[in-house]
């Protein structure tokens, strides 16, 4: 296991770029589409999820390939929605400034 949640920033060019990476094998998701969260339904109310690509099978090796699971870019838009932006206005703000990053 890696020694991060998943959460990363990576630092290029002087820059800070939030990014996620497998937490099984460490890779750098590029695709969304490509990576999922799985987590343990015995942990409800409060579950912790594991952040693991698909390119290279994370997802579906044990122990997590029989666990519940939601594709990255689907949960990621799910926390974007409960982060408070409301409006088109306020996405369309925080999206120009993330273009800069
Ligand atoms: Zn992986």
Redesign the pocket.
Known sequence: MANHNGFILLHEDGQTIPAMA??????IIKDYRQ?GVVWNREDEPRSRVTV??K?????SKPPYKDKPWQELRDYMVFMAHNTGLKTEADIRGTWESAKGI
């Not at 390119?55 to 997802?59: E, F």
Request: charged share 15%; with cysteine; glycine share 8%.
């Open positions: 497998c937490e099984t094998c460490g890779e990576a693991l690509c390119t290279n099978h994370c997802l």
